[in-house]
């Protein structure tokens, strides 16, 4: 059982290169959602999709972008990484329906130099 | 601003002690989903509490969701090492979104 998969698992980058983190889950879910997680903030939500080919920005959604081609996948994009930008990134799914748990993958944890 | 306060934010005890964490808000939630992370994992959902009042038990992790459904309490008796870890509560307020606002988290350490 795969669940939702996040790659890569580490990543440590100079300040101005970009890259992006895939998310794939294989759980049919309609709802998709990319977080960053820093110590003592919690989950912080940066963007959302409800679904294949919709996108929406989330609380902290800057120097950020998001593509959701196909249903399965889910990706965050950094254009210019900025050192404000290391964090752990988690990606979450959801299937559509009201008080259903999101199910989380096990993290990106990206440093930026 | 956050639109759940959870306190406390840490917690050390030692091995048989009991413990609260809460969850606090001035919004109303559809329901109230409690999660749990270990490092290098992502969060696992423990509960969902949907009606106001409503207690789970889950071994000896006891859920409270209030009765005007704006907080919610996570209370274990005789906590284990095997309990150590971050605790996080989240808010579904009902939108079509699907989205959960969570709190900061409750890192606990059980001693032993």
């Known amino acids: 059982n795969a669940g939702v998969t996040q790659t890569p698992k580490f990543r440590v980058l100079k300040t101005g290169q970009s890259m992006t983190l895939l998310c794939a889950q294989d759980?049919?879910?309609?709802?998709m959602y990319w977080y960053r997680q820093d110590p003592g903030m919690g989950l912080r939500l940066i963007h959302y999709s409800v679904g294949e080919g919709t996108t929406a920005k989330g609380e902290v959604p800057d120097g950020y972008n998001v593509s959701r081609l196909k249903k399965q996948n889910f990706l965050l994009g950094l254009e210019s990484a900025a050192p404000s930008q290391t964090s752990v990134y988690f990606c979450a799914s959801k299937i559509y329906a009201s008080n259903q748990p999101q199910h989380f993958g096990d993290g990106t944890r990206l440093s930026i130099l | 601003t956050q639109l759940l306060e959870q306190s406390p934010q840490f917690l050390s005890i030692q091995e048989g002690e009991n413990l609260t964490v809460y969850c606090n808000s001035s919004s109303v939630f559809s329901s109230l989903q409690w999660y749990r992370q270990e490092p290098g994992e992502g969060p696992v959902l423990l509960v969902t509490?949907?009606?106001?009042?409503e207690v789970k038990k889950l071994k000896r992790l006891t859920f409270q969701f209030g009765d005007a459904r704006k907080d919610s309490s996570l209370h274990i008796t005789a906590a284990q090492p095997g309990d150590t870890g971050l605790y996080l509560c989240?808010?579904?307020?009902?939108?079509?979104?699907?989205?959960?606002?969570f709190g900061r988290g409750t890192q606990l350490t059980v001693w032993p």
């Open positions: 989240a808010g579904d307020r009902g939108s079509t979104l699907g989205r959960l606002y």
């Open positions: 759980m049919n879910h309609e709802y």
């Open positions: 509490v949907v009606t106001g009042g």
